[in-house]
């Protein structure tokens, strides 16, 4: 199985501060990955797939990067909308595995 | 609109089964790859189950396998988790999810449409 462990687990921001998130994957798996947003009592939403990829609807101050084992999700200019918990996602292989989650708070 | 609307969730004994549905539209639900994904409370998403469009490729989780049976109706746009062997730690909200990301249909590409979820407890 692949492991995702994202870093921090948790950050405190406010609005308008840039945020990275980091993922990474215990094995190579190219550029398959994506980033979910779950708002709290939500369902999660893609962000972002094949590492990079703007899912539509997704706002541009979203942005993902990284390739092979090492990820990154950075929000350029955190919007109040944008707090909750960010999840990564292998797509290499199954089981497909989540990261941890990193949650982004006041 | 694309709508997953959950059904089937309940509080259920140990060891006892369970039957959860997921009523698709919006979406040409034939041609598209499904997951189930499970969310213990506060804890974080697990992916447990996927169906081809076509019924012809599954996976399960090491977690749920031999317990846990994906199936899908294409005619009445639905996809079912039949879950027998229940125990504790099968607590969670249970979402149905579309698998792909942007026009790719692939799981390569993520999970790009979530129900809302549905509530399974198991209890003594």
């Known amino acids: 199985d692949i492991y995702m462990t994202q870093s921090p687990s948790s950050v405190s921001a406010s609005v308008g501060d840039r945020v990275t998130i980091t993922c990474r994957a215990s094995?190579?798996?190219?550029?398959?990955l994506a980033w979910y947003l779950q708002r709290p009592g939500k369902a999660p939403q893609l962000l972002i797939y094949n590492a990079a990829a703007l899912q539509r609807g997704v706002p541009s101050r979203f942005s993902g990067s990284g390739s092979e084992t090492e990820f990154t999700l950075t929000i350029s200019s955190l919007q109040p909308e944008d707090f909750g918990t960010y999840y990564c996602?292998?797509?290499?292989?199954?089981?497909?595995?989540f990261g941890g989650g990193t949650k982004v708070e006041i | 609109e694309v709508q997953l609307q959950e059904s089937g969730g309940d509080l259920v004994q140990r060891g006892g089964s369970l039957g959860l549905s997921c009523a698709v539209s919006g979406l040409s639900f034939k041609i598209r790859n499904m997951n189930w994904v499970r969310q213990a409370p506060g804890k974080g998403l697990e992916w447990i189950a996927y169906?081809?469009?076509?019924?012809?490729?599954?996976h399960y989780a090491d977690s749920v396998e031999g317990r846990f049976t994906i199936s899908r109706d294409n005619g009445k746009n639905a996809l079912y988790l039949q879950m027998s062997g229940l125990r504790d730690e099968d607590t969670g909200v249970y979402y149905c999810v579309v698998v792909g990301g942007g026009v790719a249909l692939s799981f390569y590409y993520g999970m790009d449409v979530w129900g809302h979820g549905t509530t399974v407890t198991v209890s003594s």
């Open positions: 094995q190579s798996i190219g550029a398959w």
């Open positions: 169906i081809s469009a076509d019924s012809s490729t599954l």
């Open positions: 996602q292998q797509c290499n292989s199954f089981p497909l595995t």
